[in-house]
């Protein structure tokens, strides 16, 4: 059942965050990237994991420099039940429906990874302190649809919303595919055609005009839930698949096996411009962006445009530590692309105006297993041991590594959290657990390239008041270029 927890009026549509007259969003990339500075952010705040029985939250983050509040959390929307584990977030409509005068970005979407409930919460009424407006069952998501494990929601044109679902009720990946809800959160169905289930669920992103939609792996919810193991991966419990997909057909019309360069293939982006055929997914055990594009004859293909080089360690569980790109993204123009490397601590900066060849333009350590201080250090070619300098910030160590990042519309101002998902949170960084998670901002330079940290922005979602919390993905309430999709 879809269960209600407060009457909600229809929304009159008015002006989104600024922006337009017509449809929510924006009518184009580039006139995103004139919208209005970023002032408030949402992130889903964890404690599903952390041995605290207490609700996952949505939290309010103010990152208004001119604001008595700035660089704290200003609200906090507990969920109604314990062990959810909030993940990723969407948008009820975004700019596919510009066009659509009677479309509203009003509900924040939020799949529970480990719970399978899909909460939806309006923003509309009081922007600064959402509140909680239903949530899908996911007893009747698994009845209707034998999903479970819901990951990444998209807006449609339509006024529907999908949603990746990474397996079914026991785990398998096999049960793994595509939930498809109506504006009000109500189950349709399935959206790909029957017996074109995916291998394995995690991201996707569509394209309109090519007609595709393509998705990634992750892997079998009963082997990532324990955390990572290696065996797992030679057991096939982990993806290396791109599944391209006819849009919005459902047909899956070919499979693209990335092999050893892009094991565990997670964020995929294609470019904001709706008419460019070309993108990147991050291979997040291989550490390699991998570039996929279009042919002649429509079938698809792909190259390893960027390799991060494992590193030898010492004091490690493996003698070689790989980057591990957990996310990434694209800045509205096309230009710059951004990705983390979870374990080794850097954010990076690539010119992408020659999509086939990115160059590295900023690089900087916010964090990771090497940096001064751990006992984990990387052996260079020399022999000689090192690690990196990390600063602190507002007087605070950081923690973890760099994880799920956002960008501000006109690119100048780029937002980072440090955790993943609890059961690794645990494993490689198990002092999240007793000190929790941060958001740090870093000032980027959109003419030359490069990245510094501001110092005057540290969410310290360690001094929380039921505890330290985990925070995961980031939005603004009028959309940004890893939840809009232009059509």
């Not at 109500?186 to 995916?198: A, D, M, Q």
């Not at 599944?243 to 982006?269: A, N």
């Not at 080089?309 to 230009?335: A, C, Q, Y």
């Not at 710059?336 to 010119?351: A, E, P, T």
Request: hydrophobic share 35%; aromatic share 10%; glycine share 10%.
């Amino acid at each position: 059942m879809v269960t209600n927890t407060e009457v909600v009026s229809p929304a009159s549509n008015g002006v989104d965050g600024g922006c337009c007259k017509s449809g929510p969003g924006y009518a184009t990339p580039l006139a995103a990237m004139s919208g209005p500075s970023e002032k408030l952010i949402y992130v889903t705040a964890v404690y599903t994991g952390t041995g605290r029985e207490k609700p996952d939250y949505l939290a309010t983050v103010d990152v208004d420099p001119n604001s008595p509040t700035y660089s704290t959390v200003i609200h906090r929307l507990p969920m109604p039940f314990v062990g959810d584990e909030l993940h990723h977030s969407g948008w009820n409509s975004c700019s596919s429906c510009h066009g659509d005068a009677s479309a509203d970005r009003r509900f924040l979407v939020l799949p529970s990874l480990i719970s399978g409930r899909i909460y939806a919460i309006d923003t509309k009424a009081d922007p600064r302190a959402p509140s909680l407006y239903k949530y899908v069952d996911p007893k009747e998501i698994a009845e209707k649809t034998g999903l479970a494990y819901p990951h990444t929601a998209h807006c449609l044109a339509s006024g529907e919303i999908l949603v990746s679902c990474l397996g079914d009720e026991e785990g398998n990946a096999k049960g793994n595919g595509f939930l498809l809800l109506d504006s009000d959160f109500n189950i349709k169905n399935r959206w790909e055609k029957e017996g074109h289930s995916p291998l394995f669920g995690y991201d996707f992103w569509y394209q309109p005009r090519h007609k595709t939609m393509i998705s990634t792996s992750w892997g079998a919810p009963k082997a990532f839930t324990k955390g990572f193991d290696l065996q797992h991966v030679a057991d096939g419990l982990y993806g290396s698949h791109l599944h391209v997909y006819s849009w919005p057909g459902g047909e899956m019309k070919q499979l693209i096996d990335l092999g050893e360069t892009g094991m565990l293939p997670l964020e995929i982006r294609f470019l904001h411009d709706p008419s460019k055929d070309t993108g990147y997914v991050g291979g997040a055990l291989s550490s390699n962006m991998i570039r996929f594009f279009k042919n002649s004859d429509e079938t698809w293909s792909h190259e390893v445009v960027i390799q991060v080089k494992p590193l030898k360690v010492e004091n490690w569980i493996l003698p070689e530590m790989p980057g591990l790109i957990t996310d990434f993204l694209i800045s509205l123009d096309d230009r710059f692309l951004y990705f983390v490397n979870w374990l080794h601590g850097d954010i990076r900066q690539y010119n992408i105006e020659d999509p086939k060849k990115p160059v590295l333009t900023g690089q900087i350590w916010v964090g990771g297993l090497l940096q001064k201080g751990s006992p984990v250090k990387a052996v260079g070619e020399d022999g000689n041991t090192f690690q990196y300098d990390v600063p602190q910030i507002k007087g605070k160590s950081l923690r973890g590594g760099p994880q799920m990042i956002q960008l501000s519309l006109d690119g100048k101002r780029l937002y980072a959290t440090n955790s993943l998902f609890s059961a690794w949170d645990r494993q490689f960084y198990p002092e999240l657990m007793d000190k929790g998670s941060h958001i740090i901002q870093l000032d980027v330079d959109t003419e030359k390239g490069g990245l510094s940290i501001n110092p005057d922005l540290f969410v310290d979602f360690g001094d929380e008041p039921d505890g330290p919390a985990l925070a995961h993905e980031m939005r603004y309430p009028g959309g940004d270029c890893t939840s809009d999709i232009w059509i």
